[in-house]
């Protein structure tokens, strides 16, 4: 039983004037500015199993003082609690409960004994941590009753110390009013250091993360019922009161939520139905780092996994390959089908369980020869995230994390021997002889944490070894802003924590690659795939693909040879039956001018040896292949002769052909140039410089928009362009 040697009604009259004087102030750090609104609902307490987790959970982590100093003593036994919670709110109320006392510690505990509960009553020294976590919930609640429940569990030590406190309302109330004099502030929440406030006021407005079980679902099923909802897809959801959802720009299988929405997505059957999974983005950063570098048959060992949705998340990453996903250091093997469970509702296939810690795994462990990637993430303070309990349940960490957090950083001392636990798993983890990568990933702001432990791990590694050495590779993931590239000029990948992500630290370490290996083309499209890179292409499919590929080439090309084939033909029995008549017309002016001319040297040639030899199709073709790829703007044709074919003799030059088009002038003279198209079919003809009335009249083809001009010497017609 709890007695006092004093009358707990006593009030002093300085006590009751000094509450009337305090009364129009703040009596809750609930009630700043900084953390909540006028519409916020009234806090009513919590259930009986909650104060007493919250108290053992206190009590192990709480700031211990020198024996001397202090007054209050915690005993070292912890109260009795009910069985662990099923329902893992009541786990996360008890946590943020215990964390919020332990910022306040200092406050309460001066509280409490300014106000004569200690040392004037006799408390037994186990209940202390159950009366400083339910004077935190009591000021709170301005010193309101707690609403109970009637199917409420009741605990005799609660409802002991409730009474207590209740008796004492007057003076605690005093007291509380004191102390915020003291420190010139409105609520306790100010008299909070300020790099605590800071931590809590991004904690409050942190986005959610949430990635897609894209066994179970498609992105796109996603989008599309969240749009049901009444969620409309934005950039950014920062500073965004309403519905609103974005897509993650590192990983685009994660989607970004304001954080009032929780309460409210948690409830939809996305998430009950494990189709969308809440979790830090640095989880997701490391497995998607992991996914890019495996080829299509790899292994991978994860290593402090911490929340095995992160072990799910890296299942459905590779369940499109043949890769095994190991996870050790689960000790304790009744967990397994739990674990089996959970696996096989989020639709995982791929994960083998190790009971051994990851030291005590030998490099050589048969189990493991095809273990390409390692995934390492150690065990590190977390002073990059702003939300330690959800950090802690969610990833299985200690609760020593709240008080690096209550304090604003942590001690130099637990600081080196968390680096020396890192650096130990990382250079094992480089013992491992198949393996050709490791990725370290923490959520620490400490480079004693993070580059100190690479590097020196770099340094220090195994060269007796006769495989090659590892080195630093820079980020395989996308850099989306100016920001990621600059902290990532060193080839780390880091996150500084902020209003919109936590803090991140992320390092890829890879083994010099042996000239003498080769890669095959499926490794590097499973690479290229695993990188966003062939945009859904199917990998397995592609021999068929390339298949048809090869099919529909085949016909395409013998299509365009029958098509070329028939063109040239036409164009050739088009040629011929054109000349023909041209040179009829041709050798009548032809004799006429050699009558007149009678040059001795021409005299014994007949007819037929004039008229032009027939050309074969191809030539043709290649003829006019040549002009058109000549036609271009700025193009100039070096020849526009044909080669005569060997031995023959030809004396006269009386046609050079220019395509395309092909059209012969009309045989009349008096075809008006209206009717010629504008585009024609040229001819020189070579002969003494002879000119008369008779001299070849239908050969004098004038440029567009030319005059003809008359008398004109015999000479060679050289258009470079006679086409324009």
């Known amino acids: 039983m709890l007695s006092s040697t004093d009358d707990l009604e006593f009030e002093t009259a300085e006590n009751i004037e000094e509450i009337s004087q305090l009364s129009a102030l703040e009596l809750s750090d609930a009630a700043s500015s900084e953390r909540s609104s006028a519409d916020t609902p009234e806090k009513t307490g919590y259930p009986d199993s909650v104060y007493v987790t919250a108290a053992n959970v206190f009590r192990g982590i709480r700031i211990e003082k020198s024996p001397d100093k202090a007054i209050i003593k915690y005993g070292s036994e912890p109260l009795q609690s009910l069985p662990q919670y099923e329902d893992e709110s009541l786990q996360r109320l008890s946590y943020e409960l215990a964390f919020s006392t332990l910022k306040y510690q200092d406050i309460l505990e001066s509280i409490l004994i300014d106000s004569y509960i200690f040392p004037s009553t006799t408390i037994p020294d186990h209940l202390s941590s159950l009366i400083v976590v339910m004077l935190y919930d009591f000021q709170d609640r301005k010193f309101q009753n707690r609403v109970i429940t009637d199917n409420e569990e009741s605990i005799a030590e609660v409802q002991e110390v409730e009474n207590l406190l209740n008796s004492f309302k007057t003076k605690l109330a005093a007291a509380l009013a004191r102390c915020r004099i003291k420190h010139d502030a409105l609520s306790i929440y100010q008299i909070l250091p300020e790099e605590v406030r800071k931590q809590e006021l991004r904690a409050s407005t942190l986005p959610l993360y949430a990635w897609i079980n894209t066994c179970k679902v498609s992105p796109e099923h996603v989008f599309s019922t969240l749009k049901r909802k009444g969620y409309n897809r934005v950039k950014s959801v920062l500073h965004i009161d309403g519905k609103v959802f974005a897509v993650d720009q590192h990983c685009c299988d994660v989607l970004i939520f304001p954080s009032h929405l929780k309460n409210d997505l948690i409830n939809t059957d996305l998430f009950k139905e494990y189709k969308l999974i809440f979790q830090d983005k640095s989880r997701s950063l490391a497995v998607h780092s992991v996914r890019a570098l495996l080829n299509m048959d790899d292994d991978i060992l994860m290593v402090n996994t911490g929340s095995w949705y992160t072990v799910a998340h890296m299942s459905i990453l590779t369940s499109n390959n043949t890769t095994k996903v190991f996870v050790c250091g689960v000790q304790s093997q009744a967990k397994d089908p739990d674990l089996k469970k959970l696996f096989t509702k989020m639709g995982c296939k791929n994960i083998e369980i ?22 390492l993430l150690p065990r590190c303070s977390g002073l990059g995230v702003s939300n330690p309990v959800e950090f802690i349940l969610n990833e299985h960490e200690d609760a020593d994390l709240l008080k690096d957090h209550s304090q604003g950083g942590a001690s130099e001392d637990k600081l080196l ?25 923490t959520c620490s702001v400490y480079p004693q944490e993070n580059e100190v432990v690479v590097k020196k ?107 070329s084939n028939g063109i040239q033909m036409k164009i050739a029995e088009y040629l011929n039956r054109e000349t023909k008549a041209g040179t009829n017309q041709t050798e009548t002016l032809l004799t006429k001018t050699e009558v007149s001319q009678k040059p001795p040297t021409q005299g014994g040639v007949s007819s037929n040896a004039r008229k032009p030899p027939k050309a074969a199709p191809n030539s043709l073709v290649s003829s006019v292949m040549k002009t058109a790829g000549s036609s271009r703007p700025g193009d100039r044709p070096t020849n526009y002769s044909r080669h005569r074919p060997e031995g ?17 002038p009309s045989s009349s003279p008096q075809t008006s140039r209206s009717q010629l198209p504008t585009q024609h079919f040229y001819y020189r003809w070579v002969a003494p410089k002879t000119s008369g009335p008779g001299y070849l009249p239908t050969s004098s083809i004038y440029k567009r928009g030319e005059k003809p001009k008359e008398n004109l010497p015999s000479a060679r017609l050289g258009h470079p362009r006679p086409w324009l």
């Open 417 to 441: 021997a968390l680096a020396q636990q890192q650096y130990e798993q990382l250079i094992h983890a480089m013992k491992f002889t198949k393996a050709q990568a490791v990725v370290y990933c």
């Open 354 to 375: 190790l009971h051994e810690t990851f030291v005590n795994i030998e490099a050589k462990d048969h189990r493991l020869q095809k273990v390409k990637v390692i995934l």
């Open 648 to 664: 023959r003799v030809i004396p006269l030059k009386p046609v050079e052909i220019m395509l395309p088009p092909v059209m012969l």
């Open 457 to 563: 791990a770099l340094e220090f590694q195994d060269q007796g070894i006769k495989i090659q050495p590892y080195r630093l590779s820079p980020p395989v993931l996308p850099l989306c802003s100016l920001r990621d590239i600059h902290l990532s000029t060193d080839k780390f990948f880091r996150m500084e924590p902020s209003e919109i992500t936590n803090g991140c630290f992320l390092s890829i370490l890879t083994r010099e690659r042996d000239p003498s290996e080769t890669v095959s083309v499926k490794d590097v499209l499973a690479r290229a795939a695993a990188k966003g890179l062939l945009d859904g292409m199917e990998l397995g499919k592609s021999s068929k693909r390339e298949k048809k590929k090869k099919k529909s080439k085949t016909s395409l090309a013998k299509s365009c040879t029958t098509e």
